[in-house]
């Protein structure tokens, strides 16, 4: 079984920032690619930002140059920092991750509860 833990959410005014933080516990060997997807009310899920191979990022249009994804490898963490937030950014940010599992050997995506952004003034 493997966890996926996120944390900082909150509200937060139009211009404002926030760090969201997702921790990933249990039985992996590795995580292949792990970042954060958001779902606002009445749309789909969507990518926001993550890692593939290696240190390679992947970020969405409406993001760049405004959210930044890091991570701490030996902790299983993965961070957000979200600067000049938008009304429109309001949204469930989900933590993901496709980890290759310990007993199987197997890849497996996970996710997160979600943790709420809102951006309100």
């Known amino acids: 079984q493997v966890q996926l833990v996120e944390s900082g959410g909150g509200l937060v005014q139009p211009g404002g920032s926030l760090t969201l933080s997702c921790a990933a516990s249990?039985?992996?060997?590795?995580?292949?690619?792990m970042g954060w997807y958001r779902q606002a009310p009445g749309k789909e899920r969507e990518l926001v930002a993550t890692y593939t191979s290696g240190d390679s990022t992947n970020y969405a249009d409406s993001v760049k140059g405004r959210f930044t994804i890091s991570r701490d490898n030996a902790k299983n963490m993965v961070y957000l920092q979200m600067n000049s937030l938008k009304p429109e950014d309001t949204a469930v940010y989900y933590c993901?991750?496709?980890?290759?599992?310990?007993?199987?050997?197997?890849?497996?995506?996970?996710w997160g509860q979600g943790t709420q952004v809102t951006v309100s003034s």
């Open positions: 249990g039985r992996f060997t590795s995580i292949n690619a």
């Open positions: 993901n991750a496709n980890v290759r599992l310990e007993y199987t050997n197997s890849n497996y995506i996970y």
